[in-house]
């Protein structure tokens, strides 16, 4: 990090590039990625980690970006939703949510992919329970709870 007059230039990877923010060591990395990154697909939401909607990964870490300061991403790799795949290319697990319904309004569904995405590299075959607790730190208010379970099946029944 390089000191410039209170704020810092903070240097890490998001999705695979490279990229230098000014910011406080104190400022939020979800407050840096919506704010001067225009990640806007993490959603800030409790502020607390309890809801998941700020998930992120930090060098492959499921990591709730709302507890994570800037000084903390520092040389690291961070991938958000956007790093997931594209609108016309999507990834095995978005285009499972898109087909099995796994969402209601949509605002918790990026951090419940990074959860499943993260969930399936550790368990490529999860039952309802293994996915009930992997998505257990993401919260969705919609109550969509069964079709999300069925996406991450499909997703898993996909990716095999």
Not at 15 to 32: F, I, K, Q, W
Not at 95 to 123: D, K, V, W
Request: net charge negative; glycine share 10%; aromatic share 4%.
């Amino acid at each position: 990090m390089e000191h410039r007059e209170g704020r810092y230039a903070c240097t890490f990877r998001v999705n695979g590039e490279e990229v230098t923010v000014a910011a406080s060591p104190m400022d939020r990395v979800v407050d840096l990625l919506r704010d001067q990154l225009h990640e806007t697909g993490t959603k800030i939401s409790c502020g607390i980690g309890r809801c998941g909607a700020c998930s992120i990964w930090v060098d492959g870490r499921l990591t709730s970006s709302c507890l994570l300061l800037a000084y903390q991403v520092e040389g690291k790799e961070v991938t958000t939703i956007e790093g997931m795949g594209t609108e016309e290319r999507c990834s095995i697990v978005q285009e499972a949510f898109m087909n099995e319904g796994g969402f209601q309004c949509g605002y918790c569904t990026p951090g419940m992919i990074m959860a499943a995405e993260s969930l399936l590299r550790h368990t490529p075959d999860p039952d309802d329970e293994e996915i009930r607790e992997g998505l257990a730190g993401n919260i969705c208010r919609c109550t969509g709870y069964s079709s999300i379970i069925r996406a991450v099946k499909a997703a898993a029944a996909n990716l095999q």
